[in-house]
């Protein structure tokens, strides 16, 4: 069963910066994608990047490309998501997933929250 544990989130101004972990057990990850979700409050949970667990390929939304980095520690089964240049838009419940290459996300951590004050 695989397990996913999100932290670091927290309460940061506009234009500063966040780094959130998802720590993985359960599995050996080789054949997963991960990724990190958000929802605002009274909003739809939206994609924001994602990573090739083996090759380290990344994927970003284009509401955080060039802002967010994903990275992944192989010996800690660790994924992180570097946030920059918050902006109160940012605020959200961050949650970290999990996907067999080809299927859809079916593992999920219990999320974080992220709040950018203006």
């Known amino acids: 069963q695989v397990q996913l544990v999100e932290s670091g989130g927290g309460l940061v101004q506009a234009g500063g910066s966040l780094r959130l972990s998802c720590a993985a057990s359960?599995?050996?990850?080789?054949?997963?994608?991960m990724g990190w979700f958000r929802q605002a409050p009274g909003k739809e949970r939206e994609f924001v990047g994602s990573i090739t667990w083996s090759t380290g390929s990344t994927y970003y939304a284009d509401s955080v490309k060039g802002r967010f980095t994903i990275s992944r520690d192989n010996a800690k089964n660790t994924m992180y998501l570097h946030m920059n240049s918050l902006k109160p838009e940012d605020t959200a419940v961050y949650y970290c997933?999990?996907?067999?290459?080809?299927?859809?996300?079916?593992?999920w951590g219990q999320g974080t929250q992220v709040t950018v004050s203006s």
């Open positions: 359960g599995r050996t990850f080789s054949s997963y994608r």
């Open positions: 997933a999990a996907a067999l290459l080809g299927f859809k996300y079916d593992n």
